[in-house]
C-alpha cells in the first residue's frame, strides 16, 4: 500500500480513493520499462520482488513512487566515527546528534519519519538546541 509511515487507516483510504479515481496501483513492483506505443499511450513493463515480469499496456500515464533512503555514500561519516544503521541511516540520539558531539542530522538521512513536515520540524528543534542552547526533542 502507498504512504509508508502514515497511519494505516490514512493509507488504506488513500488507495481506495485512487481506485475510484481510475488509478491503478501495482504495489510490490518495479518498472523495468516503458515505451511508447503506436497509437501514443504506454506500455509499462514491471517485475516483482522474485524476477517475475509483467506487461502492462494501455496506460496514459506512468508514475513510480520509490520511497526514500538514506543516501550518505562518500561523505566519509564512518571515516570519522558516525555510526550508521543497517539501511544505512545515521543514527541519532533523541536531539539529532550523532555519535560525533559535533556532527547533528535531521530528516531523510536519519530515516525515522521521512516526511518533509517532520524534517522540518526536526530542524526547528535542532536550530533551537545549537543556536538558541535549549536542548529540544522533535515532538
Not at 8 to 24: C, D, H, N, S
Not at 68 to 96: A, F, I, N, T
Not at 106 to 125: C, K, Q, S, W
Request: hydrophobic share 40%.
Amino acid at each position: 500500500m502507498p504512504l509508508r509511515g502514515f497511519d494505516e487507516e490514512v493509507r488504506k483510504f488513500a488507495f481506495e480513493q485512487y481506485a475510484v479515481a481510475g488509478l491503478t496501483m501495482h504495489t510490490g513492483h518495479t518498472p523495468v520499462e516503458v515505451r511508447k506505443q503506436p497509437n501514443g499511450l504506454l506500455t509499462c513493463v514491471v517485475a516483482d520482488k522474485d524476477g517475475n515480469t509483467t506487461v502492462i499496456t494501455d496506460n496514459d500515464q506512468v508514475m513510480m513512487a520509490t520511497g526514500r533512503s538514506p543516501k550518505v555514500g562518500g561523505l566519509g561519516l564512518e571515516e570519522v566515527g558516525v555510526q550508521l544503521g543497517e539501511k544505512g541511516e545515521v543514527v541519532v540520539d533523541e536531539y539529532s546528534q550523532t555519535s560525533v558531539p559535533s556532527i547533528w542530522a535531521v530528516g531523510d538521512v536519519t530515516d525515522r519519519i521521512n516526511l518533509t513536515p517532520v524534517a522540518l520540524m526536526e530542524g526547528m528543534a535542532l536550530a533551537k538546541t545549537i543556536a538558541l542552547g535549549q536542548r529540544t526533542k522533535p515532538d
